[in-house]
């Protein structure tokens, strides 16, 4: 079976500061594999997605994740936080159905 | 295009009342997909469309759920009898590509049952 594990529920970092935010997925074959944000009262915006490749990959916002097959992680990363960033972020799977199996989030606090 | 639409934003009803969400996709995109939302979980697979046929349902989505996709263009979900534990927020997605793709999501409808 498939799940996603996201063993952070909230972070809080320094403005300016790097953040990593970490997910560890199950599932028997490569994964699609994606990271969403949710600000509050609205839906998710897409921030990166993994297929196939490079395992470093590049999002939207200066966000960067890397995939991991031997440590099943896609770890979220991104050098120089904003407040703006202050926000709820979910890892994601898909497999080669129709569903998408989401963690249950981590909340990132920003501090000035 | 202004991406996925929903409405209504918010939803208050009474326990037992039924209600209605409208979820209007990406015009050109063909897949659309119900999940819920219930605070501190991510969102939870419900249903999907491709075109017009509902293609699989989740156990969650119990006989009281009911989604329909006619013309194969905006979608509807119906809450019967609804319960307090329907409260959540209902998202809807829509793709052009099977899983690889990334889905769209709309900004989903919060349900409260009182």
């Known amino acids: 079976a498939q799940s996603v594990t996201q063993p952070d529920i909230h972070i809080t970092v320094s403005e300016g500061a790097s953040l990593e935010l970490r997910c560890n997925y199950s599932?028997?074959?490569?994964?699609?594999l994606f990271w969403y944000v949710q600000s509050p009262g609205q839906g998710l915006q897409l921030l990166l997605k993994?297929?196939?490749?490079?395992?470093l990959v590049q999002g939207i916002k200066g966000f960067e994740a890397e995939f991991k097959r031997s440590q099943s992680s896609f770890n979220l990363r991104k050098p120089s936080v904003h407040w703006s960033d202050a926000a709820e972020y979910f890892c994601a799977l898909a497999n080669t159905g129709n569903q998408f199996y989401f963690g249950t989030g981590t909340s990132l606090t920003v501090i000035p | 295009d202004t991406g996925v639409s929903q409405n209504p934003r918010h939803k208050i009803t009474k326990r037992g009342q039924n209600v209605t969400f409208r979820c209007d996709p990406i015009?050109?995109?063909?897949?659309l997909y119900w999940y819920r939302q219930t605070l501190g979980q991510g969102p939870e697979f419900l249903t999907y469309?491709?075109?017009?046929?509902?293609?699989?349902k989740s156990r969650l989505l119990s006989d009281r759920f009911s989604a329909e996709r006619p013309k194969g263009s905006f979608s509807t979900l119906e809450i019967q009898r609804t319960e307090q534990g329907d409260s959540a927020m209902y998202l809807c997605?829509?793709?052009?590509?099977?899983?690889?793709?990334?889905?769209?999501f709309g900004s989903g409808t919060r349900l409260t049952v009182v």
């Open positions: 015009s050109e995109h063909n897949r």
């Open positions: 599932y028997g074959a490569t994964p699609y």
């Open positions: 997605a829509s793709s052009s590509r099977q899983g690889s793709g990334g889905y769209t």
């Open positions: 993994y297929f196939s490749g490079d395992t």
């Open positions: 469309f491709q075109n017009e046929a509902q293609l699989e």
